[in-house]
């Protein structure tokens, strides 16, 4: 099936950087979502953009749905140890049929070096 | 209850067994989806459900994959006659009516299907 472009597959940084991790998609999207899934759990639900050129932020977490409505991104300032896991993009398509479902990267993995 | 929950958490079958995975909504949620999670992959849409209503089913991979909710609350997805191919997390959701992708799903913790 479809899945997003997300990248980097994979980050090491250290304690205390920023972060940025983007997606890109060949279709558009009117609802963009960020989710965090550690080991063993489902994704949990980070940020949730509507709107081209929406600018969200979740503490330390900021996210933008691009203009184009093909892409987005998601910053974490400031990392510190509970921020490593897999963080995935997801897009709804923006036709009304299956406009439930949604489209998942492949994911970012994160490790924080303390 | 309070959150999406999903039985067994891991399930290990031989090849050509059928099996059956459970999923609990959160109590009041009306949508319920069932999404497949591949190692090292993000996850992948299987079927929707709005009540005991089957809306799209347009990601089943095969016939041998069947999703039902008979009464609106609880659901089984089955796989007939499991394959290698078949091995992956199969992760539940449910969310409000109409707001499964606007303000995102809540996902259980899966079940781990390994099929040897």
């Known amino acids: 099936g479809q899945q997003l472009n997300q990248s980097p597959q994979s980050m090491f940084i250290q304690e205390g950087e920023d972060v940025s991790m983007n997606c890109t998609s060949s279709?558009?999207?009117?609802?963009w979502l960020w989710y965090k899934q550690d080991p063993g759990e489902g994704p949990v639900l980070l940020i949730a953009l509507y709107k081209a050129g929406e600018l969200t932020s979740n503490g330390r977490l900021t996210a933008q749905f691009g203009i184009t409505r093909k892409d987005s991104f998601l910053n974490i300032s400031a990392s510190i140890p509970s921020d490593v896991g897999i963080y995935f993009c997801a897009g709804q398509p923006y036709s009304g049929a299956g406009s439930y479902q949604l489209t998942f990267g492949k994911g970012t993995k994160l490790s924080v070096i303390p | 209850g309070a959150g999406v929950s999903q039985s067994p958490r891991y399930k290990v079958a031989k090849r050509g067994q059928d099996v059956a995975l459970r999923c609990d909504p959160i109590s009041g949620h009306v949508s319920l989806f069932w999404y497949q999670q591949a190692l090292g992959q993000g996850p992948e849409f299987l079927t929707y459900?709005?009540?005991?209503?089957?809306?799209?089913k347009s990601g089943l991979p095969s016939d041998r994959f069947f999703a039902e909710r008979p009464e609106g609350s609880v659901s089984t997805l089955k796989i007939q006659r499991t394959q290698q191919e078949d091995s992956a997390v199969y992760l539940c959701?449910?969310?409000?009516?109409?707001?499964?992708?606007?303000?995102?799903?809540?996902f259980g913790s899966g079940t781990r299907l390994t099929v040897v």
């Open positions: 459900f709005q009540n005991e209503a089957q809306l799209d």
């Open positions: 279709s558009i999207f009117n609802t």
């Open positions: 959701a449910s969310s409000l009516v109409g707001q499964g992708g606007t303000y995102g799903y809540t």
